[in-house]
């Protein structure tokens, strides 16, 4: 980010996605024209790396959320367990973790039964040993997030 301005955008569009140029014009204090510049600049540099729709879990099927820990059963094997996973559609998130774990993966299934399916598959597809914890209550997800304030120089 450049400046304050750019700041201001990302900020906004992490709130709401779905602003318009116009909203986000008046929020920043630009005209849309200088807007669209700036955004479509950030979207090239790759700090906006796209806009989703966040569905509700419940609506759409899968009301139960969990993770994975994952640990290889043989340490010397390779260390390619995100790409051994990458076709279990269950799997919303894989993040390399510090810790006894290797990664932490975030699942979301349709049934306590389905994530018994989802812990076989991850075991038997990646080799690996697993400890899972099924989430009761998500308070908040998908907080925007602020960018940090530029600093002048």
Known sequence: MNDAVDHAILAE??????????????AVGLSVSAVQSRLKR????????GYRAILDPEKVGAPLSAFIEITPLDPA??????ELLEHLTAIEACRSIAGDASYMLFVRVPSPRALEELVRDIRLAANVSTRTTV??????????????APTTP
């Open 13 to 26: 569009i992490s709130r709401d996605g779905r602003a318009t140029l116009a909203q986000l014009s008046d």
């Open 42 to 49: 950030l979207e090239t540099r790759g700090v906006v790396t």
């Open 77 to 82: 094997q390779p260390d390619n367990a995100p």
């Open 135 to 148: 989430v009761l209550q998500t308070y908040y997800e998908h907080r925007p997030i602020i960018p940090v």
